[in-house]
């Protein structure tokens, strides 16, 4: 009857807002809640109190990695207000510098953060995306930083303008890399990148008229918007911030620009024939897929992160030398990428802040700081093999009334049977 069918749709409509309502509040108390824990294990400076922090943290992770109701419900919540979400996350991250203002050395450390989640994320789209292992990613790190700092040395040219070119040029050497790279698999493609990395490393320290060797380039002019440095002070008119402050937010800004891609890139037809080299190559180019070239373009796209975080670097610091892009720093944006969860975006910006806070905050303790982080990762791949935030794999599922429509259709355009004769 009518009066029933209107009466179902208020029910639902009013069904629908209370569960938008619920979900609102589930997203804004499960990010304020995580925020608020991140400020305090920054800001806390004894030990036993540091340390009951994480204790919580991990005590919580466990609950929810063991409540399978509660993940699902807080899944559905952010899926239903990922808008919102990303909005209170986009003001939370503004916020932190206002909060920490009495403390610039902590505002630097959320910038380095930002600046390796930019390469991370570049990685991720060689490792995560196409399955493809480079152990040399910090090659893209040196270059990009090298090119920018050269270009606006010698040159004179703005930091937006040398940003470009130190992308393009780290996107060059990725190009460079793969072609002879990609004649191998698996770990021996691990061992060439890890090779070219080296052999990187070693030109940057003997071809002195490019990067003036072991001295380091030095001097390296700050990005500036007209007459305003990024040197000076951030003056908001009712509260004046740090100059930490302004790279915080350069850094911050071009992490959400390369977030955003990685996002577009994983939905697109690019980011579907990246996961069928990865899943099975031999598959993927029996149905067309043409994978030496989309694995170079993978290789080509990771390195144009890695470069705009190396040129970001570069002028933030003012100095930049052979150093800067050891293999070790290969193997932390590594750690960063595997230990988030390859091919998840927001596992790899976990495992960045993750990586880069958590060695700062045991600084003091020199000598245990690495055993008590080697600890920590070995304890995490045993538990979590793919990572915190594992990647997940979604099918696309059909509505129930979809289904039923196509199985009308097929039904009315089946022949119908032949009448049998009689015998």
């Known amino acids: 009857m009518p009066e029933n069918d ?50 919580a943290i991990v005590a919580l992770a466990i609950i929810y990695s063991r409540a399978p109701k509660l993940r699902a419900t807080v899944t559905r919540a952010f899926e239903n207000k990922r808008t919102f979400a990303t909005l209170l996350i986009v003001l939370l991250l503004a916020a932190y510098p206002i909060l920490l203002r009495d403390n610039p050395y902590l505002i630097h450390i959320g910038a380095l953060a930002a600046i390796y989640t930019i390469m991370a994320l570049g990685l991720n789209i ?54 002879p790279a990609l004649r191998v698999q698996d770990h021996y493609l691990g061992l060439v990148t890890l090779g070219y990395g080296l052999m990187m490393n070693l030109l940057a320290r003997n071809v002195y008229f490019l990067t003036n060797g072991t001295d380091g380039v030095i001097n390296i002019p700050p990005p500036s918007i007209g007459s305003f440095e990024f040197t000076r002070a951030l003056d908001l008119g009712f509260l004046k911030l740090p100059f930490q402050a302004n790279f915080y937010y350069l850094g911050v800004a071009f992490a959400l620009v390369a977030a955003f891609i990685s996002y577009r890139l994983q939905q697109s037809k690019l980011g579907r024939s990246w996961d069928a080299i990865r899943e099975d190559e031999i598959a993927a180019k029996c149905s067309g897929v043409d ?80 055993l008590f982080f080697g600890l920590a990762l070995i304890l995490l791949m045993i538990n979590r093999p793919e990572g915190i935030f594992p990647r997940l794999r979604k099918r696309r599922m059909l509505s129930a009334e979809k289904m039923q429509s196509l199985l009308a259709k097929s039904s009315e355009k089946s022949p119908k049977a032949a009448p049998t004769r009689a015998q």
């Not at 995306?129 to 040159?155: K, M």
């Open 6 to 55: 209107f009466s179902s749709s208020q029910i639902a409509n009013t069904s629908l807002g209370a569960s938008g309502i619920r979900d609102t509040v589930i997203v804004v108390a499960v990010l304020l809640g995580l925020s608020a824990l991140l400020l305090l294990g920054m800001l806390i400076e004894q030990l036993a109190v540091f340390l009951g922090i994480i204790a």
């Open 126 to 179: 060689t490792l995560g995306y196409a399955g493809l292992l480079d152990i040399g990613f910090a090659v893209y790190f040196g270059v990009g930083a090298y090119t920018s700092a050269q270009f606006a040395i010698h040159f004179g040219m703005s930091f937006w303008l040398s940003l470009i070119f130190g992308g393009l040029f780290a996107s060059f050497f990725g190009f460079l890399i793969a072609w």
């Open 291 to 370: 994978t030496r070239g989309l694995k170079i373009l993978a290789f080509s796209m990771g390195a144009f992160f890695g470069g705009i975080g190396g040129a970001i670097y570069a002028h933030m610091v003012g100095f930049v030398s052979p150093e800067n892009f050891t293999f070790l720093e290969s193997i932390n944006i590594l750690v960063m990428v595997v230990i988030g969860g390859a091919g998840n975006i927001l596992g790899v910006v976990f495992g960045a802040v993750f990586f880069i806070v958590l060695p700062e905050r045991f600084r003091e303790f020199e000598h245990f700081r690495l």
